[in-house]
């Protein structure tokens, strides 16, 4: 199984500052056929579904502001947000899709200092 | 807009069989481009896959060798929907379960939080 790791467990940050998110694959996530990283980054709220936020490590979902962004290649990864605003409060995960068992992050908690 | 509607008991005993339903709407539960999954959440466990089902000229499932033994995924093409069922419940299997649409999960459904209590 893959085995990602997400760093750190919770952070506070200020509104309007910047937030980092790391995530690392226990081996490379590299689909070949595209060359891209089967990696999606998640948000969820408390009593809500994970929201879909970035797939091909990278790639915004529809409709997500352009305040977040992926980046990373091989097996580090990382989720910024640049502007923390007061709804970004939540959980972020990182999942990866290279293969079965698909498998999760632990989660990083992010609060407003 | 593709959704996904949960139904399914809340509360089953040791020892049974949980059976959650996901009906889709927007899109076919048949659709040659898309995966449909079975995850749960849990606080001990965080995030797990369970498993999912999938339509490429003929029907395809995968599973986690955690639950391997006791599940199973189907389709429904007359209702347009998929199903979970996990035999064999213990009180470990407690969880919120989710369906999902998506190689990468782009679309969930509101979960079921699935109590295994006597």
């Known amino acids: 199984d893959i085995v990602m790791t997400q760093s750190p467990d919770s952070l506070a940050v200020s509104l309007g500052e910047r937030a980092t998110i790391n995530c690392k694959s226990s081996?490379?996530?590299?689909?070949?056929?595209?060359?891209?990283?089967?990696l999606t980054w998640y948000q969820q709220k408390p009593g809500q579904p994970p929201k879909l936020l970035i797939h091909w490590a990278s790639t915004r979902a529809s409709g997500v502001p352009d305040r977040f962004s992926g980046s990373g290649s091989g097996t580090d990864f990382t989720l910024t947000i640049s502007s923390l605003q007061a709804e970004d409060v939540a959980v972020y995960y990182c999942q990866q899709y290279y293969s079965i068992p698909l498998t999760f992050g632990g989660g990083t908690k992010v609060e407003i200092k | 807009q593709v959704q996904l509607q949960q139904s399914g008991p809340g509360l089953v005993k040791p020892s049974q069989t949980l059976s959650l339903t996901c009906a889709i709407s927007g899109d076919s539960v048949s659709n040659n481009n898309a995966a449909w999954n079975w995850i749960r959440q849990s606080p001990s466990r965080g995030l797990e896959w369970l498993g999912r089902t999938y339509y490429r000229s003929k029907w395809y499932s995968d599973y986690a060798v955690s639950v391997q033994s006791r599940i199973t995924i189907n389709p429904d093409t007359s209702k347009n929907q998929f199903s979970l069922q996990l035999n064999s419940l213990t009180p470990e299997d407690t969880a919120v379960y989710y369906c999902?649409?998506?190689?990468?999960?782009?679309?969930w459904g509101q979960g079921t939080t699935v109590t295994v209590s006597s």
């Open positions: 999902a649409g998506g190689w990468a999960f782009d679309i």
């Open positions: 081996q490379s996530i590299l689909y070949s056929s595209n060359n891209k990283d089967s």
